[in-house]
Nanobody, 112 residues
Framework: QVQLVESGGGLVQPGGSLKLSCVAS????????ITWYRRPPGKERDPIAT????????TYADSVKGRFTISRDNAKNTVYLQLNSLRPEDTAVYYC?????WGQGTQVTVSS
C-alpha cells in the first residue's frame, strides 16, 4: 500500500524559510521520480518541483525557481523541499505525489 506523508509546514514571515519532508513507503522509492505540488487557497493543485531517480535531475516551476530546492535521501525513502525567500503568494497546501498517489499535505502560510 502506497503511503506518502508530508511534514514541516507552518507559519513563517515573508523572507523566511521552511524545509518540508515527504516520507514514502509501499513502492520502490529509489526507482522513481517524485514531484512536489501545491494548492493555493481557491486554486488548483499544480506541480512545482520534480526530482528524478537520479538526484541531479531536477525541474522547477518558474514561480519557485531559484528559491526552492528539491532533494532526496533514498536511504530514508524521503524527499525534501527547501523553501527560501518565502512570499505571501507561496501560501498553500504542499503535497508530494507519485503515480496518482498523494499525501495529506502540509500547510505553509507566509504572513507578517
Amino acid at each position: 500500500q502506497v503511503q506518502l506523508v508530508e511534514s514541516g509546514g507552518g507559519l513563517v514571515q515573508p523572507g523566511g524559510s521552511l524545509k518540508l519532508s515527504c516520507v514514502a513507503s509501499g513502492f520502490a522509492f529509489s526507482n522513481y521520480a517524485i514531484t512536489w505540488y501545491r494548492r493555493p487557497p481557491g486554486k488548483e493543485r499544480d506541480p512545482i518541483a520534480t526530482i528524478g531517480k537520479t538526484p541531479s535531475i531536477t525541474t522547477y516551476a518558474d514561480s519557485v525557481k531559484g528559491r526552492f530546492t528539491i532533494s532526496r535521501d533514498n536511504a530514508k525513502n524521503t524527499v525534501y523541499l527547501q523553501l527560501n525567500s518565502l512570499r505571501p503568494e507561496d501560501t498553500a497546501v504542499y503535497y508530494c505525489g507519485w503515480a496518482g498517489h498523494w499525501g495529506q499535505g502540509t500547510q505553509v502560510t507566509v504572513s507578517s
